[in-house]
């Protein structure tokens, strides 16, 4: 099949064709009429030849039309290089329409008929233009034939009518019909190559397309489109002016191709119309029946031939411009052909049977496999695809899908299983061995060329050749070379002289036994000579006989060369002419009669002496033999007498014995054999002897006296000249002398040089007398010499010779001509008197003695290695040459050559091996004789497994036990497996002993122990196994991850601008008219450093402080106490309150010029301390930035190391106090003496995480102040305004405006975070949600990418989780709730301190870097630790219970970042709640900690934020207006109807308060060791007074939530210790473990006092919430005695 | 140290070593920057630097064993400082004069867009860190081009590699707990 484009372009010139005789025809039919007769007459004669020709040979026509088919697929070939031409329209369209259903079948037409188009082009090249004016038709016919095309008209119409029903019920087979038959005649045309019969087709493809023009105008018509004609001419109105001759034949051309064209492409209309003209034209009688019969179409070609209407020459001018499809009719076209499959699924309707219901097996109980999954489009595709075709719905079912097995894939692989279990391999599949073959053409190269010596050279001498026989030689010519033969035999018997030397021996022979018989002669001939002279006998017989036959050998080539002369003789005068110049001279020795005759007869003498003796002693020996054999034929007679005579006896004696014991008598009586009577031996006839060696010495010998005959070739008769010669004589001479002959030399088979071309001589011999000299590259490996006859200029190849390649020793002078012998058995006749070859020859007159000789002859050549010129033999080294040898032996197969037929055979190879009798010793034969050791010594052993690395174990140089001995592998192998002791670990030593066993110690303990968890770090039991359960956890989820972590993606390693958008650029120009140094400058983003590649000191914390805002002021002692400041105090009034808090400092207690407080901020950091300078006053302004050094754990700066660090950087402001520390009052004057004393006013606590998370912090924070702070008064108008500012708004505090960051800013692990979406989790969420996710996040992400969305978690499974799916309300502690059952308020604060108790634990810490893991509340309490988000489920949960209308907000903070609130509406207000602090903000609190607000969650519903703003400040939470908030579940997307993942109830458990007090005395203990451990250079006393008044005061403030009981427990402590300067203050925390404590007590810095007399106090008080939530409070104080 | 940057002129080049575990430095600088080379005015046209570095390294395992990592950068047609060629190589293990050339390539933009705009900003993708081309971690996400060479030109002693079994010469040389890598880097 051709390529879719070939296709359309044939289409398009068919188009174009049929357009054009369309409007041909319709110009002139008339002028055509003369023309047309004459082509149907011819036409209807070819016609007829044709039918005949069918009917006689249908197997002819058979193989004809195959090979019209072969032709056919040439021609295309040739039409589509011939072809050019404009674009034309594609008029098929239309018919294809019109026939969709036949779509398939048309096209396939379509393509065949290029071929036809190809040959009908072919064809008319060759032809002349159309005869014209070959008119000689009558007129009468011509009007006759206007009156059948009227008729023709008529029925045409009808036709066209009656086609467009007709086409679509037209069978596929009954199409190609016509086809077929065109194929036949036009071959059977261009065979002939006739005119006429040219002219004929051609009129009737006129007529086809006429019918088919007027069908498809028809058709045009009725589907109302444009008809081709009318398009047609729109767009071709122009012309071409072009030469008219080409054009001419051009427009032949395509008018042929046209018609032809027309057949195919409407070939059912052409059908159509046949039928129907067959139909009008009544009195032919043909019915429609008929028509359709093979072989009628035929007949009708002939007859519809006489209503042709053919056009003139003028026509084919006509010029047409390109055609152009506007590109929305192509489209429209093409869509009527082209079907594109729909990919909706088909309705079952249309796959079933009219009215039938589908039938579902499963339904029925039957049992139906499940299949394959095909994707539902596809499986649409095929569906509607198959639907479109005819029959489609067979495809399908019962149960209206496609029929197919239940399971259509194969469950075994189709391929054959290589092996059998236990059988061979099947013989199909063996391996068939094929010897290597070596290129012809890769040459094996002389080791060395390039060097001087490597300069080889072999030199081929053709010297010259001789024919013994050859196709010219004439008859004189055999004879003479039979002559020549013979003679040359003679010569060399003569030379051997075999007669005489075997004479001589028989003599010595002779001689030597008559000796011996002398020599003891006298006594006995002993055995041993007995022996030896029988052997010698033997040998003289041999011997003679041997002579003998040499000697008859000789006469008889004496007789036959003497007869050959005589025939030659006899032939020459026969012919009249000599053709050779042999002559044979026989000449006689005479020899002396006498003594001749004497010899002759001794030696008959000597012989008939010998066989005498012989035949004597075989006589004898015979006669011996028959004695022998007499006398035991006698013996046995005698035997067989008696007993005949026993048996006589017998039976006359026992008459009544059994006669069964006779018969075995008797049996065994004829058992024995009766032996033959040996025949006495003839006397040996010594006559007899005599008589037969004088015949024989009369038939082989010369007789005696005869004198010897020698004869003597010689070449010296005259040769007749040729005037002589008769005429077959002359023309086989002439025939002679035309001949040429030269020889070839190739060389490896590649022909190096020819001799020159030498004539043949009468005599046939040809002297070259040439020598080649071969620069040599290659190994020789075959030199050949090919001899070529030529006559006149054309040569043909005689013979070809092999010639050896010489040994290096052979060189050029030493070496003889060699005489190599050549025979051709090419057959050769002449009819003039050369003989010829392989032609039987008689050489007698009479006919007998018929030879069939072949040409032969030798060829006399030489080769040898050349000789340089300072006598060097050109030759290669022997022992390279040798090797080249050796290689070239080793080419072949060493058994292939003696016939068994590879290694593979090896009883073959055995048995040849003992046949042949290889010498086992032979170093040649060593190959094959340790193979045939392996045959014989059983079957070779080969192994039935493979293996890759099969030296594996012989390059282990340690057995593995000793390899996981080695202490130095170990280290390098654990600190490669990242074991968390190694990861870093530098410089393994280089030996073995330099490593302690000590090294390993810690890891072991660490495997060993993991399970049992020391409780002396972790004080409370259960908080062990908590922290080893998150241990656990992490553990398991680290693993899940750490292929993701090893993950990389490009901005991990690149760095790489982003492409600006058109904001961005325009920002950049912005900034370009930007002042250089702005008065306000920003902070610029940093280039990022990934972590991996730092070191210690690499990695700095910058904190700059910059101010401070409320910073508590000193109170002098005197100050009286504050009156009541309790009071009925809720949140809302705190709210009402909160605006006019901000009253004016006033600082009128304090006398001028004495500072109120001098605050400085120490920031603390992985133990390193640093201060800023000291400022004044309580909003003080340092603007100082602090740069502290930070080390990774391990100096492992990887990412997931770094996020790890636990390290929380502490912010503390302090008070300096200056002391007048001057005891003598009389220095006071000259010398100031003070002593400088530090008070904690409050710090900030922020992870490094935290820092590492978001790279940088920036804002103002709350400081975490003591609720109580002796000393100092954080109620700046206390004094004046009293009691209705003492209700302060909770935001009011303590701030500090800070900005954090690292230097270099690292890339922080949000990358890891990145790269976890790309893991996909387990899920138990239904597919269609967590795409649905996916989507609300992606287009969150994009809308508003700062503001956090999630939907969905990770819960502590590692499974993905619906958020809402955590929300869900949860009863808080019973007891918590009774405790105020009055006070809702009261209560909920309570429930608020209790989650905010439970202590914090970010998942970033626990969780290095891998992302949020979100736990159930009741894992939660369980686990009692968590972050933001568990907290504040937790809470919200709590909320839900209490019938409060809560939601959990995602969004961001300072300073944790992304993290999790609580959003409350309270009547009309929203209050945001911190979870892990317990605070609560209004929404309109400017210090509420919450910036961005992203998305609100409940139980029902997740909404995102897509207001303006983010800041809760400004933005509405009322989540029922679609404008502010953009519900997750809408309309679209109802809510499925989530299940929660939390439990139903919690469980409490109520802790135990005795283990509470015993946990209380411990901290005690372990802080107060601690406190003294920090202070080593002073001793550390104890004030125990204040300690218990300390310790009862904390009870009280757990109680009131550590508010507002500061002054009156201050006075309280005032009135106690009236003497003593005290500061402190109590620490409340959650317990977690102890070591957060002692930090916290730490960084407070109380144990700095350093005044010689300073006493401390500490106090604690844990106070125990249910489910182990416990409060502690610490107080520390220092006490210094004023007086 | 010589270059070969067919198109540019005015390359500095900073050089880094990267070792394993067991690898310290005991003399010589870790790090540093060559002057600005301009382009050889023969027919070479290569860019020369001469720039001589000399490092001793003392290690026990030979795991990890150090390279040098050379990049190159220099003035684009807009001023800008951009990279030119990042490579690496071993430091050769045999003591003795070592000639190594080092083919340079930078990483790629990743689309067209970002190559036209980094081009015209002056801004061209560069690696987070050069020490990335001596390791294989994390390397298949980028694609880079080829950009030149540089030759580098070592001499190198070393100190008891036999003591611990390491031979790595082929006669019999002086044996080594500490290795040194000198390398003196010219004109070759």
Redesign the interface.
């Known amino acids: 099949m051709s390529t879719p484009s070939d296709l359309r372009d044939k289409l398009r010139k068919k188009r174009r064709a049929l357009q054009e005789s369309l409007g041909k025809v319709k110009d002139d039919t008339q002028a055509l009429v003369p023309s047309d007769s004459d082509v149907t007459k011819e036409n209807e004669r070819t016609a007829v030849e044709k039918l005949t020709g069918r009917g006689d040979d249908p197997g002819e026509t058979l193989r004809r039309s195959l090979k019209a088919q072969r032709m056919k697929k040439k021609k295309k070939l040739l039409e589509e290089m011939s072809m050019e031409g404009p674009p034309e329209e594609e008029m098929v369209n239309e018919e294809i329409t019109a026939v969709q259903e036949l779509q398939h079948d048309q096209e396939e037409h379509s393509v065949e008929t290029l071929a036809e188009e190809g040959r009908s082009v072919r064809l008319q090249r060759d032809l002349p233009p159309l005869p014209v004016a070959r008119a000689d038709s009558s007129l009468s016919e011509s009007s006759m034939r206007q009156r059948m095309r009227e008729k023709l008209r008529v029925a045409r119409s009808k036709a066209a009518s009656l086609l467009q029903q007709e086409a679509s019920l037209e069978q596929p087979s009954h199409l190609r019909g016509p086809r077929d038959r065109e194929t036949l005649t036009r071959f059977d045309r261009e065979t002939d190559l006739d005119v006429h019969e040219e002219e004929s087709s051609f009129a009737a493809r006129v007529k086809f397309r006429d019918a088919a023009r007027k069908a498809t105008r028809d058709k045009r018509t009725e589907t109302g489109l444009p008809t081709e004609e009318e398009a047609y001419k729109f767009f071709t109105f122009n012309f071409d002016p072009e030469p008219q001759e080409s054009r001419r034949k051009d427009r032949a051309k395509k008018k042929t191709r046209s018609t032809d064209d027309e057949e195919n492409e409407g070939e059912e209309d052409e059908e159509e119309e046949e039928e129907e003209t067959g139909r009008a034209r009544a009195r032919e009688g043909e019915d429609e029946s008929r028509e359709r019969d093979e072989d009628a179409p035929l007949v009708r070609d002939e007859e519809e031939d006489l209503f042709i209407i053919d056009q003139s020459a003028k026509d084919f001018l006509e010029l047409k411009k390109a055609d152009y499809i506007g590109y929305n009719r192509r489209v429209l076209r093409e869509r009527e052909i082209f079907f594109t499959p729909s990919t909706r699924p088909v309705p079952a309707s249309c796959k079933l049977p009219e009215n039938v219901q589908p039938r579902y097996l499963e339904d029925e109980g039957l049992y139906v496999g499940e299949r394959p999954p095909v994707a539902l489009s596809n499986q649409n595709i095929l569906e509607n695809r198959i639907l479109k075709e005819d029959g489609g719905k067979k495809w399908f079912g019962d149960d209206g899908r496609i029929l197919a097995l239940p399971d259509p894939i194969k469950e075994s692989s189709s391929r054959p299983p290589l092996y059998h279990l236990e059988e061979e391999l099947d013989p199909a599949l063996q391996t068939v061995y094929r010897k290597p073959l070596k290129s012809k053409y890769v040459n094996r190269y002389i080791a060395g060329v390039g060097d001087t010596q490597g300069d080889y050279q072999l030199d081929v001498d053709v010297s010259g050749l001789i024919f013994s026989h050859h196709p010219l030689f004439s008859k004189e010519h055999v004879l003479g070379a039979r002559l020549a033969q013979l003679y040359d035999q003679y010569l060399s018997r003569q030379h051997k002289n075999l007669t005489c030397l075997l004479t001589d021996k028989l003599n010595g022979l002779r001689n030597t036994i008559r000796n011996m018989l002398e020599l003891h002669s006298g006594e006995g001939i002993s055995h041993v000579t007995q022996q030896r002279i029988a052997e010698y006998k033997q040998e003289v017989r041999h011997t003679r006989q041997l002579r003998d036959t040499e000697q008859e050998k000789d006469r008889t080539l004496l007789k036959s060369i003497i007869k050959v002369w005589k025939e030659l003789k006899s032939l020459r005068e026969d012919k009249g002419c000599t053709n050779t110049p042999y002559k044979l001279y026989i000449r006689r020795e005479e020899i002396q009669r006498a003594l001749d005759e004497q010899e002759q007869e001794a030696e008959i003498l000597a012989e008939v002496a010998e066989l005498q003796a012989e035949s004597e002693e075989d006589y004898e020996r015979k006669l011996n033999e028959y004695k022998r054999k007499h006398e035991e034929w006698k013996s046995w007679k005698k035997k067989q007498k008696t007993l005949k005579k026993k048996q006589k006896q017998r039976r006359q004696q026992s008459q009544d014995v059994d006669e069964e014991e006779e018969e075995d008598e008797h049996s065994e009586e004829e058992l024995g054999e009766e032996p033959v009577k040996p025949e006495a031996p003839e006397k040996p006839d010594i006559a007899g002897l005599e008589q037969q060696v004088r015949e024989k010495a009369a038939k082989i010998r010369r007789k005696p006296g005869e004198p010897v005959l020698v004869p003597e070739l010689t070449a010296s008769n005259p040769i007749t000249p040729n005037e002589a010669c008769p005429r077959g004589e002359i023309s086989r001479r002439e025939d002679v002398s035309k001949r040429s002959l030269f020889v070839k030399v190739l060389y490896n088979d590649k022909e190096v040089s020819r001799t020159d071309s030498r004539s043949l001589n009468m005599d046939f011999r040809v002297h070259f007398g040439q020598i080649f000299n071969l620069k040599i590259v290659n190994w020789p490996e075959s030199i050949k010499l090919q001899i070529y006859e030529g006559v006149s200029s054309s040569s043909s190849l005689i013979a070809e010779v092999c010639v050896p390649v010489p040994e290096s020793s052979v060189l050029t002078g030493s070496t003889p001509s060699e005489e190599l012998e050549f025979s051709s058995n090419q057959r050769v006749t002449f009819n003039h008197e050369g003989v010829g070859s392989d032609v039987p020859v008689s050489f007698t007159n009479d006919g007998s003695n018929i030879q069939t000789l072949l040409t032969s002859g030798k060829l006399s050549c030489c080769v040898s290695w050349a000789v340089g010129e300072d006598d060097i033999p050109l030759a290669p080294p022997s022992t390279q040459h040798g090797a080249g040898m050796h290689s070239g032996l080793r080419q072949m197969d060493a058994i292939a050559c003696i016939g068994a037929s590879g290694l593979n055979d090896m009883k073959r190879l055995g048995k040849w091996a003992a046949e042949s009798r290889l010498d086992p010793n032979d170093p040649n034969n060593a190959s094959i004789m340790q193979l045939l050791s392996v045959a014989s010594g059983g079957e070779v052993v080969a192994p039935d497994y493979f293996r890759l690395e099969q030296l594996q174990e012989e390059f282990n140089f340690l057995s593995d036990e000793e390899l996981e001995r080695s202490r130095r592998f170990r280290l390098?192998r654990l600190?490669s497996q990242e074991e968390p002791e190694f990861r870093?670990?530098?410089?393994?030593?280089?030996?073995e002993r330099e490593i302690s066993e000590k090294v390993f110690e810690e890891y072991d303990r660490r495997l060993k122990e993991g399970e049992v968890i020391d409780t002396k770090e972790h004080i409370d039991a259960h908080r062990a196994l908590v922290a080893k359960y998150l241990q656990k956890v992490r553990e398991s989820v680290i693993n899940r991850f750490l292929i993701s972590k090893?993950h990389?993606?490009?901005s991990?390693?690149?760095?790489?601008?982003e492409?600006?958008s058109i904001g961005v650029l325009g920002l950049n120009l912005f900034k370009l008219a930007e002042p250089k140094r702005p008065l306000k400058p920003r902070r610029k983003e940093r280039k990022?450093?990934?972590a991996?590649?730092l070191s210690d000191g690499d990695i700095k914390l910058l904190v700059n402080i910059i101010r401070g805002y409320d910073i508590p002021i000193r109170k002098p002692h005197t100050s009286k106490p504050a009156a009541g400041s309790k009071g009925a105090r809720s949140y809302t009034e705190t709210f009402t309150a909160a605006s006019t808090s901000q009253t004016a400092l006033q600082a009128s207690e304090w006398p001028l010029g004495q500072p109120v407080i001098r605050p400085f901020v120490e920031v603390s950091f992985q133990r390193t301390l640093l201060q800023t300078s000291t400022a004044e006053g309580p909003n003080p302004c340092w603007n100082e930035e602090l740069v502290l050094p930070f080390s990774a754990p391990n100096g492992d700066y990887s990412t997931s190391s770094l996020q790890a660090v636990r390290d929380e950087v502490f912010i503390s402001i302090f008070d300096e106090v200056l002391h007048d520390v001057v005891e003598d009052e009389r220095e006071r004057g000259s010398s100031v003496h003070t002593r400088i004393e530090r008070h904690w006013l409050g710090s900030i606590k922020i992870p490094f995480s935290t820092i590492y998370m978001q790279s940088r912090i920036d804002g103002t924070f709350k400081l975490g102040t003591p609720s109580v702070l002796l000393g100092y008064s954080k109620e700046r108008s206390l004094g004046s305004e009293g009691g209705y500012d003492a209700i302060r708004s909770l935001s009011e505090g303590t701030f500090l405006t800070l900005f954090i960051t690292i230097e270099p800013q690292l890339?922080p692990g949000d990358s890891i975070r990145e790269k976890m979406k790309d893991v996909k989790f387990d899920t138990q969420e239904v597919e269609r949600l967590l795409l649905a996710c996916e989507i609300f996040e992606k287009d969150a992400g994009q809308r508003y990418p700062d503001r956090p969305c999630v939907t969905t978690v990770v819960d502590i499974n590692g499974k993905t989780v619906f958020i809402t799916r955590f929300i869900r309300p949860l009863p808080p502690p019973q007891e918590l709730l009774d405790a105020f059952p009055n006070n809702s308020q009261e209560a909920t604060e309570l429930v608020v301190r209790y989650v905010s108790l439970i202590p914090f634990l970010p998942d970033s810490v626990s969780f290095a870097g891998i992302c949020d893991l979100w736990s159930t509340c009741d894992q939660f309490l369980t686990l009692l630790a968590g972050d933001e988000e568990e907290h504040a489920v937790l809470l919200c949960n709590y909320f839900l219970s209490m019938g409060k209308k809560a939601w959990l907000i995602i969004g961001t903070a300072i300073p944790e970042g992304p993290t999790a609130y609580v959003l409350t509406q309270e009547q009309n207000r929203y209050l945001i709640w911190n979870p892990s602090t317990g605070q609560y903000y209004g929404q309109h609190d400017t210090f509420c900690p919450l910036q961005t607000v992203g998305c609100l969650v409940n139980a029902d519903n997740v909404w995102f934020n897509i207001q303006l703003y983010a800041t809760p400040i400004r933005m509405s939470f009322d989540v029922t207006k679609p404008k502010f908030w953009k519900p997750f579940f809408s309309r679209s997307f109802p809510d499925p109807g989530l299940s929660s993942v939390q439990p139903e109830d919690l469980v409490y458990r109520r802790t135990d308060k005795a283990y509470a007090a015993e946990l209380q005395d411990r901290i005690e203990k372990i802080l107060r060791e601690k406190i003294m451990e920090w202070r080593p250079r002073h001793p550390t006393r104890w004030n125990r007074y204040c300690t218990s008044t300390l310790r009862q005061f904390l009870p009280k403030l757990e109680m009131s939530g550590g508010r507002e009981v500061a002054e009156e427990h201050r006075l309280e402590l005032q009135s106690l210790l009236g003497d003593y300067r005290i500061s402190g203050f109590p620490l409340h925390l959650p317990f977690s473990e102890i070591r957060p404590i002692i930090e916290a007590v730490y960084s407070t810095g109380v144990h700095n006092v350093e005044a010689p007399n300073v006493e401390f106090a500490l106090a604690v008080y844990v106070h125990p919430y249910p489910s182990n939530v416990l409060s502690v409070w610490v107080y520390i104080a220092s006490l210094v005695r004023t007086r | 140290m010589r270059k070969e940057f067919p198109e540019y002129d005015d390359l500095y080049c900073k050089y880094c070593f990267v070792y394993g575990?067991?690898?310290?430095p005991t003399s010589g600088l870790e790090e540093g920057i060559s002057q600005i080379t301009s382009k050889g005015r023969g027919s070479t046209q290569s860019l020369v630097w001469n720039f001589p570095l000399d490092i001793t390294f003392k290690?026990?395992?030979p795991?990890g064993w150090p390279q040098i990592v050379v990049s190159v950068y220099g003035p684009d047609t807009f001023g800008n400082d951009v990279v030119r060629g990042y490579g690496a190589v071993h430091i050769p293990f045999t003591p003795g004069k070592h000639t190594r050339t080092i083919p340079m390539f930078v990483?790629e933009?990743?689309?067209r867009?970002?190559k036209f705009?980094?081009w015209l900003?002056g801004?061209r993708?560069?690696?987070?860190?050069p020490?990335?081309v001596a390791q294989g971690?994390?390397?298949?996400?980028?694609r880079v081009r080829s950009q030149g060479f540089v030759t580098l030109q070592f001499s190198i002693i070393t100190k008891d590699m036999k003591k611990?079994g390491y031979d790595t010469t082929s006669g019999e040389q002086a044996p080594a707990?500490r290795l040194a890598g000198t390398e003196q880097p010219y004109r070759s």
């Open positions: 390098i600190r870093n670990f530098k410089t393994i030593p280089a030996t090893h990389y993606i490009l991990d390693l690149v760095v790489e601008e492409v600006p990022k450093v990934t991996q590649n890339v | 575990h067991d690898w310290a290690s026990t395992n795991f990483p933009s990743t689309s867009l970002q705009t980094s900003m801004r993708p560069e690696y987070t860190d020490k990335v971690e994390g390397r298949e996400v980028t611990l707990t």
